[in-house]
């Protein structure tokens, strides 16, 4: 295992000719080029939408935009990875020609789809399944020598829900996550963010589990510690409203997970996450 409880704030992150040093937490901005995602599901399908919510993302203060072409929600069907790869492959080419010095992470967990997307000007893999739905994306990863978001899941997205027996669900996630970054330092991948994957594979009590015990993960490991919970139903759930009346929740959360620290918070709403941090930031100084 790999403890190290003096995080430095110091610690960058390589995406293509850029590092982003964490001395302040980072904002990724979610932009879903999907009909069926929960929340936005349908916005983002042509190159003038596409164009205008990453120029937003960026506008209004946001570090990273994170494409993704296919939804991962509870019961989602994954696309062929052909399928993905076409979808996703003239996006990043339009983005990065629109906005050559962004920086795009993907999601994807197929190695074949990170190959094109890299190859495309792509900076970070955001892989939902943490290499166990494709056994070639942490050698694809080590050889493109790319940004890696390495999340816990149980199961595809379709089954998920049905894999949530634990018996100890921190402990057994930082066994997970110790594991699995062994093997991704063997292989000579330098820059790791840990997602503990809210809402994959973990009940509305699970999750709450983890996000009380987030400091956990934060000073256990070294590694800069990513935070996704963006109007999920662990939110909207547990306040019996919906994913379109979630942003209060999403910030309550966000601030607790950036003061037990997390280093990235993932949002739909990248405006209010920007203030999130400023303000955090001011109490913690």
Known sequence: MNKDTNFSSDKTICCGKKLLTLSKPMVMGILNCTDDSFFDGGKYTNEKAIIE?????????????DIGAVSSRPGAVLLPIEEEKNKLKPIISLLRKHLP????????????????????????????????????????????QVSYVLMHTRGLPTDM??????????????????????TLYRLGVKDVIIDPGFGFAKTLEQNYTLM???KDFST????????????????????ETDANNALNGTTVLNTYALMNGAKFIRVHDVKEAVETIKIVQTINK
């Open 101 to 144: 010095d962004a920086i795009l992470s993907v999601d994807t967990c197929w190695a074949e789809v990170a190959k094109t997307v890299i190859g495309e000007g792509a900076n970070i893999i955001n892989d939902i399944s943490g290499g166990n739905f494709d056994k070639t994306m942490f050698e694809t990863v080590a050889q493109l």
């Open 161 to 182: 829900q049905k894999n949530t027996v634990y018996d100890n669900i921190v402990q057994e996630l930082i066994m997970y996550f110790s594991e699995k970054l062994d």
């Open 212 to 214: 009380k015990n987030l």
């Open 53 to 65: 919510r990453a120029e937003n993302i960026l506008k209004d203060g946001g570090d990273i935009i």
């Open 220 to 239: 256990f490991f070294k590694e800069p510690l990513l935070v996704g919970i963006s109007r999920k139903s662990m939110i909207y759930n547990l306040l």
